[in-house]
Nanobody, 123 residues
Framework: QVQLVESGGGLVQAGGSPRLSCAAS????????MGWYRQAPGKQRELVAL???????NYADSVKGRFTISRDNAKNTVYLQMNSLEPEDTAVYYC?????????????????WGKGTLVTVSS
């Protein structure tokens, strides 16, 4: 089974610049589009950033210019560099990965979620 594990969350002062990591493990043939989502208290989960296997990126307007998503295919890992954090960025951040895995008679693409890492931004 493929598992995603996020790390790097915690308590950060406003203006801080933490980096989140999400490492995928398991029988992985290839990593496809990966992304970060977040869910703030009392809010719906929302897309933060996406990155394709080739490196194309897409950001939510609320984080564009402050956050940078990147990936290391050799390590099956996706990162989210967060800069100039504000209290409004406080949320549980989840990574998502679309993975090609070997099956019994073929390959298949599956989507996986991490359990999330909490980022709390204090003013």
């Amino acid at each position: 089974q493929v598992q995603l594990v996020e790390s790097g969350g915690g308590l950060v002062q406003a203006g801080g610049s933490p980096r989140l990591s999400c490492a995928a493990s398991g029988r992985i043939f290839g990593m496809n589009t990966m992304g970060w989502y977040r869910q703030a208290p009392g809010k719906q989960r929302e897309l933060v950033a996406l990155i394709t296997r080739g490196g194309s990126t897409n950001y939510a307007d609320s984080v564009k210019g402050r956050f940078t998503i990147s990936r290391d295919n050799a390590k099956n890992t996706v990162y989210l560099q967060m800069n100039s954090l504000e209290p409004e960025d406080t949320a549980v951040y989840y990574c998502n990965a679309n993975v090609t895995i070997p099956a019994i008679s073929d390959f298949r693409r599956m989507g996986y979620w991490g359990k999330g890492t909490l980022v709390t931004v204090s003013s």
